[in-house]
């Protein structure tokens, strides 16, 4: 590998983010070299980008939703292959990964988290992390394979919806992909709440009930959902969660709080509700977002609002904290 370095997106301190040459990587045992085709940008590389996270590290280079190309061989797949980094970084050991559910693992880390994402030209991930995608697929969708497979595990959390009514609070990309998955799943009905001009208008375009986003009023008895995915988490949205589930509805939250909010444990009593959280996604819920995207049953480009060169990630940083599109993606050399 060349000592010269490469481009990256650079969080180093306060809110300070830097398009610029960061260190190339250097080979390590389990890893492979990917040459970055698309990253996308979402709200926890804003927490991040804000010094809000509490493990990410000045100089770290972000991005854990990204796709593309094998610079060398694996003994499963040929160098060139398309890929997704599955940014998980579960320790394989502990109890919760001998169950089967890393996602949850006792020591859990992420790349663009814990160590180096995917946000530069060249970087390095978890060999047997890496997932195939079909030729077919094109890799500016397969993008959206991270936060889908974020929107897979939720539904399925929430049990089954088909034939069921389901709310969601919030419709940034992970809101308007879990209600695109509750749909696909079989929901009757589907309403999504969202103070935001600009995102409600992304609920009606993409034909979903938008629903009143007071967070003081109570939603009339035949509004109420059988199943609520909170995708907010805003603390002041979270006093509304509730209000929004039928009686013995589930409640599925989906959105990371900064901390600890209040929660109504009386009402979840006497109405028999059930609270569900859930984390991030497991191996299955990657294969299956892979297939959504491959056969077109979700239409990754409805979800893209802008493509921007990763030499121009502050900016897109910005225009995110601004509030402005959906998903914004990166573009790199691997396209």
């Known amino acids: ?100 559910r890393p996602n949850v693992c006792e020591h859990l880390g992420f790349l663009g988290i ?41 539904v399925h959390r929430g049990g089954p919806v088909s034939g069921r009514r389901v709310h ?19 929901a009757s009905a589907v309403s999504i709440s969202e103070p935001a001009p600009e995102r409600a208008a992304a609920v009606t375009a993409l034909g979903f009930d938008l629903a009143a986003a007071t967070r003081t009023a109570t939603p009339s008895v035949e509004d109420r959902a059988d199943v609520v995915f909170d995708c907010t988490g805003h603390p002041a949205a979270s006093p509304s969660v509730l ?17 600890v909010v209040g929660l109504d444990l009386q009402d979840v009593m006497f109405r028999e509700l059930t609270v569900i959280g859930t984390r991030a ?16 049953a979700i239409d990754a480009s409805r979800f893209i609002s802008d493509v921007m060169a990763l030499t121009d990630g502050a900016v897109a940083i910005e225009r995110l904290r601004a509030g402005g599109g959906l998903k914004v993606l990166l573009q790199g050399p691997a396209t």
Do not use: K
């Open 1 to 100: 590998m060349a000592s010269d370095g490469v481009q990256g997106l650079s969080w180093t301190g306060g809110r300070d983010v830097v398009a610029a040459t960061v260190d190339p990587p250097s080979p390590e045992d389990g890893w492979s070299l990917v040459e970055m085709a698309y990253v996308g940008l979402c709200g926890t590389d804003l927490h991040i980008c804000a010094g809000e996270h509490p493990r990410a590290r000045p100089g770290l280079v972000i991005g854990h939703e990204v796709v593309g190309r094998l610079m060398e061989s694996t003994p499963a797949l040929p160098a060139g292959a398309p890929v997704f980094v599955n940014p998980l970084l579960p320790c394989a050991t502990c109890r919760l990964c001998r169950m089967g």
């Open 114 to 154: 814990d160590r180096n994402g995917g946000a530069a030209e060249l970087f390095l991930a978890p060999t047997e992390q890496l997932v195939a995608l079909p030729s077919s697929l094109e890799l500016r969708l397969a993008a959206l394979v991270e936060p889908v497979a974020v929107a897979v595990h939720a």
């Open 168 to 186: 969601v609070l919030g419709a940034g990309p992970i809101g308007l992909l879990v209600a695109s998955c509750a749909q696909l799943a079989g």
């Open 243 to 259: 209000r929004w589930a039928a009686t013995g509805g589930t409640v599925v939250t989906v959105g990371s709080y900064p901390g």
């Open 281 to 296: 996604y497991t191996p299955g819920d990657v294969a299956e977002a892979v297939a959504l995207l491959g056969q077109g």
